[in-house]
């Protein structure tokens, strides 16, 4: 059975640093791409970053671009979501994903997804 749990979302101000993990279970993820998105509401979710499993390369929403940085500890089977120099903007949900097959931007190509963590950015 596969699970993915988020943790590290909290309240922060402005120009503040959060750091979001993704713990997998039943997959590893080296194996697979594994994506961030975020969800706020009346909106639809948001790609935020990927990285894919061939090399770990990564994709990021010119929106974070140059803030965002995604990582993984295989060891640890985690995916990590940096988040510097915050801005309110970037409230939301925050999901993790475990990518099936499609673009990596596009939330229908995630199979599996967390519970979602809630990131809040004070101005």
């Known amino acids: 059975q596969v699970q993915l749990v988020e943790s590290g979302g909290g309240l922060v101000q402005a120009g503040g640093s959060l750091r979001l993990s993704c713990r997998l279970s039943g997959r590893a993820v080296s194996s697979f791409g594994m994506g961030w998105f975020r969800h706020t509401p009346g909106k639809e979710r948001e790609f935020v970053a990927a990285?894919?499993?061939?090399?770990?390369?990564?994709y990021y929403a010119d929106s974070v671009k140059g803030r965002f940085t995604i990582s993984r500890d295989n060891a640890k089977n985690t995916v990590y979501l940096q988040m510097n120099s915050l801005k309110p903007e970037d409230t939301a949900v925050y999901y993790c994903?475990?990518?099936?097959?499609?673009?990596?931007?596009?939330?229908?190509?995630?199979?599996?997804w967390g519970q979602g963590t809630q990131v809040t950015v004070s101005s």
């Open positions: 990285m894919n499993w061939i090399g770990g390369r990564t």
């Open positions: 994903a475990v990518q099936g097959s499609g673009s990596y931007y596009l939330p229908t190509s995630y199979d599996y």
